[in-house]
């Protein structure tokens, strides 16, 4: 169990640049979460992948962002045209789907500055 | 939509004393799980302990243990024997059963042992 990667650990880019973020999931978990942490808050919720298919959207993933897990095994989230509001530790988790109360595994995450 | 609300940003202990972190949340839902999760200074976030709501008995792991209140909805951590290792952030979570399969996070409390 190498546990769940993220990559880059950080990130500075400019207003109106696109980013794309890497999560590899601990290999045998079929459910892949992404989720936004901002300083002082809990992480909320983004997005979520069983094996490839992509079952649930936050309505805070607005149209400059999109995630793929297209062989259900990494997965990418991008931000295009990005703007300072998207600084934020964004975190990507896997589970086993053995029902809701599966634990999720977290990454370290990657930290997005937009200046 | 559920919520999770945890009423204290900060608390602090020393090293070797009890302390209690508390939890609330809004469900009409009677089938989910909570959870807390840990989140040490620039490491990622960890499982600490699980609760399912169909269990009366309050779950407990070495240290750890919940006092889990279903129609107060309450769902307080105790950490008995704190270690200088303990200062963290503590986010309580919650996940229903069968509906939305995304976890929801209070604010956090962070948690400072003191020498």
């Known amino acids: 169990d190498t546990g769940v990667s993220q990559d880059p650990r950080h990130k500075i880019t400019k207003r109106g640049q696109n980013v794309t973020f890497r999560c590899d999931p601990i290999?045998?978990?079929?459910?892949l979460y992404w989720y936004r942490q901002t300083l002082g808050q809990g992480p909320e919720f983004l997005t979520y992948?069983?094996?490839?298919?992509?079952?649930?959207k936050s309505r805070l993933l607005s149209d400059r962002f999109s995630a793929e897990r297209p062989k259900g095994s990494f997965s990418t989230l991008e931000i295009q045209r990005t703007e300072q509001g998207d600084s934020a530790m964004y975190l990507c988790a896997s589970s086993l789907v053995a029902g809701a109360g599966s634990p999720l595994h977290f990454g370290n995450g990657t930290r997005l500055t937009v200046t | 939509a559920q919520t999770v609300t945890q009423s204290q940003p900060e608390m602090s202990v020393q090293e070797a004393e009890t302390v209690t972190l508390s939890c609330t949340y809004d469900?009409?839902?009677?089938?989910?799980?909570l959870f807390w999760y840990k989140q040490p200074p620039s490491r990622q976030m960890i499982l600490v302990i699980r609760?399912?709501?169909?269990?009366?008995q309050n779950a407990t792991e070495n240290r750890f243990s919940v006092n889990f209140q279903k129609a107060a909805k309450s769902f307080s951590l105790k950490i008995s024997d704190s270690q200088l290792g303990d200062t963290a952030m503590y986010f309580c979570?919650?996940?229903?059963?069968?509906?939305?399969?995304?976890?929801?996070f209070g604010k956090g409390t962070k948690l400072t042992v003191n020498p």
């Open positions: 992948f069983q094996n490839e298919a992509q079952l649930e």
């Open positions: 609760q399912e709501a169909y269990k009366q």
């Open positions: 469900t009409s839902e009677s089938n989910y799980y």
């Open positions: 979570a919650f996940i229903s059963q069968g509906g939305s399969e995304k976890l929801v």
């Open positions: 290999s045998e978990h079929n459910r």
